[in-house]
C-alpha cells in the first residue's frame, strides 16, 4: 500500500473497506470487493482509487459455479503456482471509541476465457511488471484505469475442489 509518507508498507488489513467518512464499520461487509467500471463514479472507492492503492498478495482464490442448486466450488491459480496481487484499494478509518481500522477491497472485472463458465466476475491480477505503477503515489487513478483487465486465461489454471 502507499503510506502517506510516500513509501510502501506491508501491513495487514482487514478485507471489507469502511471508508474514512463512514458512521459505523458495518458498512465495509458491503464492500469487499470494487468494481473496476465504476471505481471513479462510488462515493466508497473514488477517494482510494485516487489515492490508497494496494496489492493484495495471494497464491490463489476461490470462486463457485452454480449448477442447478448446487455451487461446485473452483480453486484458481497461476499455472506456474506463485503468488501474485490483486489490485486493491483500502482507506483508514476511525471508530466511535477511537480506534484506527485499516480496511481493503480488491478490484473486480470482466472474467477472461478461463473464468467465464464459473462466474461472470473476477479479481483483478496485476502483472507483476505492473505492480509498481499501480502503487505509484504519482501516477493519476485515470492513468492506472487501463490495468484493471483480465488477467490472461493462459497463465491460470482453475480446478474443482
Not at 57 to 64: I, K, R, V, W
Amino acid at each position: 500500500m502507499i503510506h502517506k509518507d510516500g513509501g510502501n508498507r506491508l501491513l495487514g488489513l482487514r478485507w471489507g473497506l469502511i471508508p474514512y467518512w463512514a458512521k459505523d464499520e458495518y458498512l465495509g461487509n458491503k464492500l469487499i470487493n470494487a468494481r473496476a467500471e465504476t471505481l471513479e463514479e462510488r462515493p466508497s472507492f473514488r477517494k482510494s482509487f485516487e489515492q490508497k492503492r494496494c496489492l493484495v498478495l495471494a497464491d490463489g482464490f476461490y470462486e463457485s459455479r452454480k449448477e442447478g442448486r448446487v455451487k461446485k466450488p473452483f480453486r484458481i491459480t497461476l499455472k506456474d503456482g506463485g503468488p501474485f496481487a490483486f489490485a486493491g484499494l483500502w482507506d483508514s478509518w476511525l471508530s466511535p471509541t477511537g480506534q484506527t481500522i485499516n480496511t481493503c477491497t480488491i478490484i473486480t472485472t470482466t472474467p477472461n476465457e478461463l473464468m467465464e463458465p464459473i462466474h461472470n466476475r473476477m479479481p483483478v491480477i496485476l502483472q507483476q511488471d505492473t505492480e509498481p505503477l499501480w502503487l505509484s503515489a504519482d501516477i493519476p487513478s485515470r492513468e492506472v484505469k487501463g490495468l484493471l483487465t483480465p488477467f490472461p486465461a493462459e497463465g491460470m489454471v482453475a480446478y474443482g475442489i
